[in-house]
């Protein structure tokens, strides 16, 4: 298995750009996540999705972001438009089974920075 | 919501010694708890995970220690290598929804 696969690994724009973050959940998994890590903040849930259906995106920091997930295998994660306070790694993970109580694998991220 | 507070921040040991990192967390709905190691660069990986209706759960030189009634559960590491040296972050699931600690940076010195 190739496991989660992200793209791009990394991404340089400008503020007031459209960004699209990319993940490919590991095959037969039927949870995804959407992380954003920083210095200052950690590691934060921003939303999840189990079925392709929207769970939870209260971690979502605000209008600018948006993420869908049209089918089981893959999902964006669009801000538009993007703030140099966007600037972090983000990570998309998957997992198997009833929510909650599996292994959740980690793709390789997405460093974006916003100038 | 969840809250949880991962201590300590930092720990640098000798190699061969132990290490123990403590998480406590605030929503006793809370059931799943895995711990990640992150190296520098790369992405959170687990290393072990305790459900609510376990105690305590070994894998080789790793543990973790549940105590639902205290709401706390730590991390042992034992017979430390240099290569345990990176960051290891908790995390309490509550219905998919994971909060993470904060992190403890392992410095493991040869």
């Known amino acids: 298995d190739a496991g989660v696969i992200q793209s791009p690994r990394h991404e340089v724009t400008e503020m007031g750009q459209e960004v699209t973050l990319r993940c490919k959940p590991i095959?037969?998994?039927?949870?995804l996540f959407w992380y954003r890590q920083t210095m200052m903040r950690g590691l934060e849930l921003l939303i999840y999705?189990?079925?392709?259906?929207?769970?939870?995106d209260s971690g979502m920091p605000e209008d600018r972001f948006s993420a869908k997930m049209p089918n089981a295998s893959f999902s964006t994660l669009k801000i538009q438009p993007s703030e140099p306070r966007d600037s972090a790694v983000y990570f998309c993970?998957?997992?198997?089974?009833?929510?909650?109580?599996?292994?959740?694998?980690f793709g390789p991220g997405t460093r974006l920075t916003v100038l | 919501g969840e809250n949880v507070e991962q201590h300590p921040s930092t720990l640098s040991v000798q190699e061969g010694d132990s290490a123990v990192i403590k998480c406590t967390y605030s929503d006793s709905a809370s059931n799943y708890f895995p711990w990640y190691k992150q190296e520098l660069g790369k992405r959170p990986q687990l290393i072990i995970d305790?459900?609510?209706?376990?105690g305590e759960k070994k894998d080789q030189r790793i543990a973790v220690t549940l105590n639902k009634t205290a709401k706390h559960f730590s991390l042992h590491i034992t017979e430390t290598q240099p290569e345990d040296s990176a960051v290891y972050f908790c995390a309490a699931n509550n219905a998919g929804k994971s909060t993470f600690g904060d992190g403890t940076t392992l410095t493991v010195k040869p």
């Open positions: 305790i459900r609510s209706n376990v």
């Open positions: 095959s037969g998994h039927n949870s």
């Open positions: 999705f189990n079925n392709n259906v929207p769970i939870d």
């Open positions: 993970a998957s997992s198997y089974g009833l929510i909650g109580t599996d292994t959740q694998y």
